[in-house]
C-alpha cells in the first residue's frame, strides 16, 4: 500500500488525492441535497450529524488517536475552525436551497477569494493581470447566479459566501502545513466544528439534533464517513504537493457534482452554467499561470 505513493512521486499523489477527495465531496453533496431538500432535514441538524460522524469515523483510522491533538498553535486552529463553521453552514444552506450544479459552481470562486485575501490579509503583492482574472472570475459567478433572471434566489448567495469562508480557510491551511500533520489538522477541524455545529442547530427554529428514518440516517453515515476520508485526502495532497499545481485537479469536482445532481435529482445545467464555469475555470487557470511565472522570478 505504501510502494504506490512512492513510484508515482509526490505531485502525482497530491494530484490522484485532489480528484479522489473531489469525487468523495460530490458524494457528500448529493446525500446532503438528498437529506435537505427532498427530506426535509434542516440543514444545520444535517450539518451537525455529517461532521458529528466524520470525527467518530476518523478517530481510530490509521491509527489516529487522540495524540494528534497535541499542537502549540492551537489560536490558529481556532481561527481556522470558526471560517470553516461558517462556509459549512452557508453550504449546507446552499444545498438545501439551490440545485447542485450552481451551488458547485459558485464554490469555485474560492481561489479569487484567496487571491483578494493574499493581498488584502497577507500583504502579497498582486499583479494588474491578476486581478483582472479576478474580475473575469467573478464575472462569471454573476452569469452563474443570473440576478436579473425570475429563477434567481437570495439562497444562492449562500455557496459565495462559502467560497469566501472556505478560502480564508484554505490560507491558514496551507501555511498550518509547515508546522501541523495532516491528521492534526483534520482532527482539530472535525472536533470543534462538531460542537459549533450542536450550538447552531439548537438555535430556535434552527431543527434541532433529532433525526429519525432509515433514509436519513443511512444518508448521513455515508456523508459523514466520506466528509473524514475526503478532508484527510485533501489535507494530505496540499502537504506533499504545491497549491498551484493542485488546483486544476480541484476543478475537476465540477463534472462529479453535475454528473450525480442529474442522476439523483435529474439537475440538468443550462447553458449559461458551462459559459461561467468556463469563465471562472479559464480566469483561476490564469491565476494560476501568473503565480508560476511570479515564483520563476522570485
Not at 197 to 215: E, S
Request: proline fraction near 6%.
Amino acid at each position: 500500500m505504501t510502494a504506490a505513493p512512492s513510484r508515482l512521486g509526490p505531485a502525482a499523489t497530491g494530484a490522484l488525492l485532489m480528484v479522489a477527495a473531489g469525487a468523495m465531496f460530490a458524494c457528500v453533496n448529493t446525500m446532503l441535497q438528498f437529506t435537505t431538500m427532498k427530506l426535509g432535514v434542516a440543514a444545520p441538524t444535517a450539518t451537525f450529524w455529517q461532521y458529528g460522524i466524520a470525527l467518530i469515523a476518523l478517530l481510530p483510522w490509521q491509527g489516529v488517536g487522540l495524540s494528534a491533538f497535541k499542537t502549540s498553535h492551537l489560536p490558529a486552529h481556532i481561527l481556522r475552525v470558526a471560517f470553516g463553521v461558517g462556509g459549512v453552514q452557508l453550504w449546507g444552506f446552499g444545498l438545501a436551497n439551490v440545485p447542485i450544479w450552481q451551488a458547485i459552481s459558485l464554490i469555485m470562486l474560492s481561489p479569487f477569494f484567496v487571491t483578494i485575501g493574499a493581498a488584502l490579509l497577507l500583504g502579497e503583492k498582486v499583479t494588474p493581470a491578476r486581478w483582472l482574472a479576478v474580475v473575469l472570475g467573478f464575472v462569471g459567478g454573476a452569469v452563474i447566479l443570473a440576478p436579473w433572471s425570475d429563477a434567481f434566489t437570495p439562497w444562492a448567495l449562500a455557496p459565495v459566501g462559502a467560497a469566501a469562508l472556505w478560502a480564508a480557510a484554505s490560507l491558514m491551511t496551507k501555511r498550518m502545513t509547515a508546522t501541523e500533520t495532516p491528521a492534526t489538522l483534520t482532527l482539530y477541524l472535525l472536533a470543534l466544528l462538531t460542537p459549533l455545529n450542536a450550538a447552531l442547530a439548537l438555535v430556535p427554529g434552527a431543527g434541532g439534533l433529532a433525526i429519525t428514518g432509515w433514509q436519513v440516517i443511512g444518508a448521513l453515515i455515508v456523508a459523514g464517513m466520506l466528509t473524514a476520508l475526503a478532508q484527510f485526502a485533501l489535507a494530505r495532497a496540499y502537504a506533499i504537493a504545491d497549491a498551484a499545481f493542485l488546483q486544476p485537479f480541484d476543478h475537476v469536482k465540477l463534472p462529479f457534482n453535475v454528473g450525480l445532481g442529474i442522476l439523483a435529482f435529474g439537475f440538468v445545467p443550462p447553458g449559461s452554467m458551462w459559459l461561467g464555469s468556463a469563465l471562472i475555470i479559464g480566469a483561476s487557470s490564469w491565476l494560476l499561470a501568473e503565480e508560476a511565472r511570479r515564483t520563476r522570478t522570485a
